[in-house]
């Protein structure tokens, strides 16, 4: 039986798997990608034959290449659509992959599947063109691909001004870039930011290049609507107050053929969810959280948790709690002690993510920004007065929104609308996040073709008798 399965080979999880090998556990690493890295050290596409090396192709070269050399087991290109125990506690994981479906079991399962993006929805923001700013990331780091001729990037948060530069590197246009925060709300982050000075400093490089190359930086506005008729033509701008309410007076228009556009990452905790482990609201990092003590053990016994979906504190804070979860299965598998891990650097680390988190948290006055048949839940075309209607009768919580309107129960499984629509029924009611709750977790975590996970059926085999005479 394998000691420990690892979801996500990210650099949490890529790093726990490596540690919990180096331990002399079995391991199992599995992940949707063809190779490790994740997100954020996402490897190039097979048709780039030669690009320059960045700190971040470095990264994950050097990781890949320890995944290599290791004893670890590999699924990648596959994915886990289900979670349970057995009778005797062990975790069975359903997967679907290469070889179709099958089954795995282990001992203990480390969960490391990273984060998703959160996007607040504005008028148009459907239309082609529109990029998340982390599918815009993913697109400019394996294909090396620009969204568009002039792109407009807008949000919150420090991932705005890594997708300006790195369309700008790429040979890209940047029309404009438009930020909810304030430059006082950087002020303000910056002790926490000294704690990494290197990625201070590569933030600061990207802001000036930005004004050196005369490239507007619209601080404390936010995109009221994108215009088009088919397609992206443009953008509307206007300033917000302090809580990213729209504030009355003239429109900015950027012209731009694409708009990155985005508020911030969440913790994807699907993966922890439905292997029942309990978890809690903490805005400070990023949303809903599974609970953990500080080596990542869950309320589940042999389930612990690393990296974002942990609580979002960036790739900086990620090989140290994949250290920390691998440290903690080995001690409850064998009963020895593992090795030390750096507290130092892991706190500076985590002062530095959190400082990044708080940028991006949503603030109320995001909602004023949806119109009526601006669509939320663009899976089933739910309209903001749709679910308004529903809340106003009385729907309080997402599971109940999602049984009266499908809301949520598309392709992305609520992640691209659940957000927004709990901040609807928190702003309605004037409950906490925690007492809107989250909707009832089950299978599959991601979609699947039912013809992968169901049994091969022939039907000639079938005994079905002759016409019945009359």
């Not at 099958?102 to 459907?126: C, H, Q």
């Not at 392709?411 to 004037?430: H, I, K």
Request: glycine share 12%; charged share 20%.
């Amino acid at each position: 039986m394998i000691d420990v399965i690892v979801i996500g080979a990210g650099p949490a999880g890529a790093n726990a798997a490596l540690d919990a090998a180096g331990y002399g556990l079995k391991v199992l690493l599995i992940d949707e990608g063809r190779d490790a890295g994740g997100q954020v050290w996402r490897p190039k596409s097979t048709s780039i034959k030669k690009a320059p090396k960045t700190g971040a192709i470095v990264q994950g070269d050097t990781l890949r290449q320890k995944v290599r050399n290791s004893s670890i087991e590999v699924r990648f290109e596959t994915r886990v659509w289900h979670i349970e125990t057995d009778e005797s506690e062990n975790w069975l994981l359903a997967l679907v992959g290469p070889e179709k479906e099958y089954t795995v079991k282990s001992k203990t399962l480390i969960i490391a599947t990273g984060a998703y993006e959160r996007v607040i929805p504005v008028p148009g923001w459907t239309m082609p063109g529109v990029f998340g700013l982390a599918g815009a990331t993913a697109l400019l780091k394996e294909n090396m691909i620009v969204p568009g001729r002039r792109t407009i990037v807008a949000g919150n948060g420090p991932l705005l001004f890594f997708v300006a530069s790195e369309v700008i590197r790429l040979g890209g246009r940047v029309s404009a870039v438009v930020s909810l925060n304030g430059l006082w709300d950087w002020v303000k982050a910056l002790p926490a930011m000294l704690m990494r000075p290197i990625l201070l400093l590569q933030g600061i490089k990207w802001i000036l290049s930005l004004y050196l190359k005369r490239i507007p930086v619209y601080w404390r506005h936010g995109v009221k609507s994108v215009e088009g008729k088919e397609k992206v033509e443009g953008t509307s701008l206007t300033r917000v107050d302090k809580d990213w309410r729209p504030v009355p007076g003239p429109e900015i228009y950027i012209h731009g053929e694409a708009l990155c556009y985005g508020h911030g990452l969440s913790p994807a905790i699907e993966a922890t969810r439905l292997a029942g482990a309990s978890h809690h609201f903490d805005p400070t990092l990023g949303g809903w959280v599974p609970t953990v003590d500080q080596y990542g053990r869950t309320s589940q016994s042999g389930l612990y948790v690393c990296g974002d979906n942990a609580g979002i504190l960036g790739v900086g804070a990620a090989p140290i709690r994949g250290a920390m979860a691998a440290k903690a299965a080995y001690e409850d598998l064998s009963g020895n002690t593992g090795k030390e891990i750096n507290k130092v650097i892991k706190k500076r680390a985590e002062i530095f993510g959190r400082a990044m988190t708080a940028l991006s948290i949503p603030r109320a006055g995001l909602l004023d920004f949806i119109e009526n048949e601006t669509e939320i839940c663009r899976c089933e075309g739910i309209s903001r007065a749709e679910i308004y209607q529903e809340i106003k009768f009385g729907a309080r919580s997402p599971n109940a929104v999602k049984s009266n309107t499908r809301c949520g129960m598309g392709p992305c499984g609520g992640r691209y609308c659940s957000e927004t629509v709990a901040l609807m029924a928190s702003d309605f009611t004037g409950k906490t996040r925690e007492e809107i709750g989250l909707p009832t977790a089950r299978p599959p975590l991601r979609p699947v073709v039912m013809g992968e996970i169901t049994d091969d059926l022939d039907y000639d085999d079938l005994p079905i008798p002759g016409v019945s005479p009359l």
